[in-house]
Every structure is written in C-alpha cells, then in structure tokens.
C-alpha cells in the first residue's frame, strides 16, 4: 500500500536553530499537508498546499514557517529559528484531490525536540 | 477554540462487546466528518467518514452515526477486539479550499480480552 514517507523520525536542535523536515507524499498525490501534535494536546493543522502554492495556512504558521516542493516528490516544512514550544510530533499528510479525508494519508511523523 | 471535542479521553470494554466513541462540535459550517484511529509511534489512520448530508455510514465493524441538530457524532465498533486498542480522533472538515480538519482531542480506547 502506498505511504506518505517522513524523515528523520526523530530530529534534536538547539534553540535558535533552523530545521527542515522532509516528506515524500505518495506520487500521485496533489494535495500535501502539514499537521503537528503537542505532546498531550490535539493535532493541529498547520498547512496545506497544492499547485506549488499554499491554499490555506493556520495562524500557527507564521514567518518563522515555510513550506517547499522542491524537486517534484519531496515536501519540506523548514521552521527558521526554533523556538522550545516547537517541540512537537510533526506530521506530513497527502491527498489525491480536495477529496474531504478520504485519500488523506498521514506519514508516521517527525519527533522534533529543541533543547 | 475547541470547534471538535472528545469528552472522553479513555474508555475500556471487553472483546466482543459494542465500543461507543463520542464527539461534538460546535462549527455549523462543518460539512464532513472522519474519524481516524492513530496507534503509537505512527501517523492517523482513515477509518471512516460521514458526509453532513447523511445521518450514517457503515463498514464493516465501523459505524458512524451524525445528529446534526445536536452537532454531535459517534462512532460504534461492534464487535470490539483487542487490535482496536488504539487513540481514536474524530476530525471535522468546512468548506474550504485547503481541505484543513479540526481535529478532536482524542480517545484512547482499550479492548481487554
């Protein structure tokens, strides 16, 4: 069965630091996603893209966020400078269409810890 | 802003028995509502969806139910098995052009043998 890939499973940074978290969506998916989850709180919906652009982004995802599709199968979320409330299970989702969950497909997440 | 809300944050049956997952939402403009199931150390799981249009959807084991008056929706799992033991989120979608959901807060499930 087809799988939404992320790496690393697990990133540590300092604070302060920039990171880039990297997905592979399955291949023929158009619509690519962004969800993190606090340790104990909800899964949160960070962003979400298609057609090399971002089509809706929460208010979480301010300027130290960024999103890119850089080579036609990587999705990447790079945070410019990490801040300690960042630490968070990030997730990675992708979709065949605007297709309300469906063929929403989660990657296994990034754990990032900033010390 | 809690839009999708899970009362429950655990609940316990037997195998074999009915397992009733709970959730409200407050959001009017929600139109389609899923529930994913989301073990540890792994990402949600679609498991079933309900369009606002309809007041249930079955598969299988999966049966999710829709009260739009109350705005309230639950999931039944009948019968329950150990392998259901899992964080179940129930998750809601509007009408927008990025496909966001809001999810609940989850429920972790556990099926005793």
């Known amino acids: 069965e087809p799988e939404v890939t992320q790496t690393p499973s697990h990133q540590v940074t300092q604070m302060g630091q920039e990171v880039i978290l990297r997905c592979v969506p399955i291949?023929?998916?158009?619509?690519f996603y962004w969800y993190r989850q606090i340790l104990g709180q909800k899964v949160e919906f960070l962003v979400s893209f298609y057609n090399n652009e971002i089509s809706e982004k929460s208010e979480i995802f301010d300027d130290q966020f960024s999103v890119e599709r850089p080579d036609g199968s990587n999705f990447t979320l790079k945070i410019r400078s990490t801040k300690l409330e960042d630490s968070a299970m990030y997730f990675c989702?992708?979709?065949?269409?605007?297709?309300f969950g469906y063929g929403y497909t989660f990657g296994s997440g990034t754990r990032l810890t900033v010390v | 802003d809690q839009q999708v809300k899970q009362n429950s944050p655990s609940l316990s049956v037997q195998e074999g028995r009915i397992s009733i997952l709970n959730c409200d939402y407050t959001n009017s403009m929600f139109d389609y509502f899923l529930w994913y199931k989301k073990y540890p150390a792994e990402g949600p799981t679609f498991l079933i969806s309900?369009?606002?249009?309809?007041d249930k959807n079955e598969d299988g084991r999966f049966t999710v139910f829709l009260n739009k008056s109350a705005k309230h929706l639950s999931l039944h799992i009948v019968p329950s098995q150990p392998g259901d033991s899992a964080v179940y989120f129930c998750?809601?979608?509007?009408?927008?052009?990025?496909?966001?959901?809001?999810f609940g807060g989850g429920t972790r499930l556990m099926v005793k043998p």
């Open positions: 989702a992708s979709s065949e269409q605007g297709s």
């Open positions: 309900i369009s606002s249009i309809k």
């Open positions: 998750a809601a979608m509007g009408n927008n052009a990025g496909n966001m959901l809001t």
């Open positions: 291949s023929n998916h158009l619509y």
